[in-house]
């Protein structure tokens, strides 16, 4: 099992920054992949950012260049540095870690989640 913590969320400014924080306990040793997802009402969990074991990122494309993804492994820690926020960033953001097991050549991903924290930014 693991447990995620996040923080940092709050209201902010078009234009203006955020640092989010997640914190990993647990069975820290079986995450592949940490990352974050947002959602609004309405509409699907889509992923934002995430960071493989091997310091690998991908981002989706409404935040190239805008957000940048880290990890620090020896706090355990995911962070999640948003730069010149738009409205249409506000959100709940929520922290993920992805385990992925074989069953035999079949890959099964177990995915654990943060309580989300919102992100508000106001034009």
């Known amino acids: 099992q693991v447990q995620l913590v996040e923080s940092g969320g709050g209201l902010v400014q078009a234009g203006g920054s955020l640092r989010l924080s997640c914190a990993a306990s647990g069975s820290i040793s079986s995450i592949n992949v940490l990352g974050w997802y947002r959602q609004t009402p309405g509409k699907q969990r889509e992923l934002v950012a995430d960071?493989?074991?091997?310091?690998?990122?991908n981002y989706a494309d409404s935040v190239k260049g805008r957000f940048t993804i880290s990890r620090d492994g020896a706090k355990n820690t995911v962070y999640l540095q948003m730069s010149s926020l738009k409205p249409e960033d506000t959100a709940v953001y929520y922290c993920?870690?992805?385990?992925?097991?074989?069953?035999?050549?079949?890959?099964?991903?177990?995915?654990?989640w943060g309580q989300g924290t919102q992100v508000t930014v106001s034009s």
């Open positions: 960071i493989t074991d091997g310091g690998s990122t």
């Open positions: 993920n870690a992805r385990h992925t097991i074989w069953i035999l050549t079949t890959p099964r991903d177990l995915d654990y």
